[in-house]
């Protein structure tokens, strides 16, 4: 059998792997969620920034990290859902090509977005 080899001087360190990883994840949730590459990426970017710029005692208090970033990314992609132009005021087509306003925003997300945040 072949001694292990030392680790690379250049490996990734794990922290680095971990947190792409998670952005992974949360991505790809908020893909599903809104349907589009750059509203997910968007909606990511918020989440994180929600969090760097959140006061060091208050991140202390967070005693799941990931479960946080998933809930408010959640949030922020159901005001995003909510906020879309076909379904608050933004003009629509009807088959013969004529343009109506959407009506008021249907209110799918209403339990979620009183949700507790976890």
Known sequence: ???RRP??????????CVVVAERRLLKNLAYHLLGSVHVAEHA??????G??????????GIDRPFLWL????VQICIGLLDSSPPRSGGQ????AGRL???????????????????
Do not use: C, I, K
């Open 70 to 73: 998933v809930g408010t990314l």
């Open 92 to 95: 629509t087509a009807d088959r």
């Open 1 to 3: 059998m072949e001694p």
């Open 44 to 49: 990511v970017q918020e989440t994180y920034a």
């Open 7 to 16: 680790p690379r001087s250049n490996a990734l360190p794990s922290t680095f």
């Open 100 to 118: 109506h306003v959407a009506g008021p925003p249907r209110q799918r997300w209403g339990a979620w977005r009183h949700a507790p945040m976890l």
């Open 51 to 60: 969090w760097y710029t959140m006061p060091d005692d208050e991140q202390d």
